[in-house]
Nanobody, 124 residues
Framework: VQLVESGGGSVQAGGSLRLSCTAS????????VGWFRQAPGKDLEFVAG????????VYADSVKRRFTISRDNAKSTVYLEMNSRKSEETAKYYC??????????????????WGPGTQVTVSS
């Protein structure tokens, strides 16, 4: 599965942004998909993930009640709706496909394929 993120850009603190992760090739419908982010000088951080059916969803504590992940298997796309953005959330955001049958998946080693990332800048 090849993944490509889109929707990144600049947003003011408190604002909203929606990222998309579109898959091509492979069996997108049979794998979980997660979003990660990496801020400058910091480690890669798990943000949210959705199972292959879309029923099971997990979030990092830091984004609960502000971010919403969803998927549309007909469009081979996973979305990350981000609300109430914080300036410290400036980072490069990546989507990743989990190994088949692995769920829930919060660690980077549980993910098999990665997109190139999209930059999100939150200004205060």
């Amino acid at each position: 599965v090849q993944l490509v993120e889109s929707g990144g850009g600049s947003v003011q603190a408190g604002g909203s942004l929606r990222l998309s992760c579109t898959a091509s090739m492979g069996t997108f419908r049979s794998i979980g998909v997660g979003w990660f982010r990496q801020a400058p000088g910091k480690d890669l951080e798990f943000v949210a993930g959705v199972s292959w059916t879309g029923v099971s969803i997990v979030y990092a504590d830091s984004v609960k009640r502000r971010f919403t992940i969803s998927r549309d298997n007909a469009k081979s796309t996973v979305y990350l709706e981000m609300n109430s953005r914080k300036s410290e959330e400036t980072a490069k955001y990546y989507c990743a496909g989990a190994f088949r049958g692995v769920w829930p998946a919060r660690g980077r080693l549980e993910y098999k394929c990665w997109g190139p990332g999209t930059q999100v800048t939150v200004s205060s």
